[in-house]
């Protein structure tokens, strides 16, 4: 979120320098912080689900795919249906005010549903339940 918030500082300046509208765009910018935390969801679902050293690998493919589809797919020829599965391309355009709300509704259900579905405080999650245990010495 630090970035979005400098991204956010960084067009409000750009903005007030050309004397355009501000609002719009540093609101717009909220879009990436929320792509962002649904993205973060989707690692608290992997590593509550499969474990957490595959959260991060997951992320990262769902990243690239997302990446892939909504950039190279149209050059690609890829057809709608398929180049539809970026995330992306479900938030509109918000640095120009529009907003798609079943885009901002995903990445909600995928940030608060990743979390539901996190590890926690089970003892599964944590590291005390995973450390090995020590052979005690014969006297």
């Known amino acids: 979120m630090v970035i979005v918030v400098v991204a956010a500082i960084g067009i ?3 903005a007030t320098i050309t004397g355009g509208d501000i609002t719009t765009p540093v609101a717009g910018t909220l879009a990436l912080g929320l792509f962002a935390v649904a993205l973060a969801g989707i690692g608290f679902a992997v590593g509550g689900l499969v474990g957490t050293r595959f959260a ?3 992320v990262a493919i769902v990243t690239i795919v997302t990446w892939f589809l909504d950039t190279i797919g149209a050059s690609l020829g890829l057809p709608d249906v398929v180049r539809a599965l970026a995330l992306s391309t ?3 355009q918000p640095m120009l005010g529009v907003w798609d709300p079943v885009g901002i509704g995903a990445c909600l259900i995928l940030a608060i549903g990743g ?3 996190a590890p926690g405080d089970s003892p599964a999650g944590t590291c005390e339940a995973r450390r090995p245990r ?3 010495r014969p006297r």
Request: proline content about 7%.
């Open 134 to 136: 020590t052979r005690r």
């Open 56 to 58: 991060g690998p997951a």
């Open 90 to 92: 479900h938030l509109g």
């Open 12 to 14: 409000a300046i750009g």
């Open 115 to 117: 979390v539901g579905l």
